[in-house]
């Protein structure tokens, strides 16, 4: 299936790590064993909050402008054509951030597991993805929150 540049669907959303855009290519093609999207952050935005899969590859590869990649402790500001991997299991939280002058762009693909933990290092909640089903718990443990899942 042919995806011509700007017909992907696209997600948007302003959350708590400001405001994105997403073209979901993989599920546009109806694509079920990866997740492949290009995501764009404008300054100032982040990926995500730190986190780590326990069951999920995931990587991106930066396309323009410039990212802080913070994993753990360490930051290390990416230029476009660089990759960060992030192994599944790996317990070190990890996430993009936009410190640049311009609007930054990178192409993310991941596995899609259907039994996930996703953990959040610094505030010690998890959400754990099972049978289509996503579980939010605080650091004690107790539910907060269900959610249908449909993949990366």
């Known amino acids: 299936m042919l995806i011509r540049s700007g017909t992907a669907r696209r997600e948007t959303g302003d959350g708590v ?90 192409l993310v693909i991941g596995t899609r597991s259907g039994d996930d933990m996703v953990t959040y290092p610094l505030t010690a909640e998890t959400v754990t993805i099972r049978d289509g089903l996503k579980t939010y718990r605080d650091a004690s443990g107790t539910v907060t929150k269900t959610a249908p899942y449909h993949g990366a």
């Open 17 to 106: 790590c400001g405001p994105y855009t997403a073209d979901l290519l993989s599920d546009t093609g109806n694509l079920t064993q990866f997740g492949a999207f290009i995501e764009t952050l404008p300054v100032g935005s982040a990926s995500s909050i730190l986190h780590w899969h326990s069951a999920e590859d995931e990587m991106m590869h930066l396309l323009t402008g410039t990212v802080t990649l913070v994993e753990g402790a360490t930051e290390t500001v990416m230029q476009p054509g660089d990759t960060a991997c992030f192994k599944a299991g790996t317990a070190v939280g990890h996430c993009l951030r936009n410190d640049g002058a311009a609007a930054a762009s990178y």
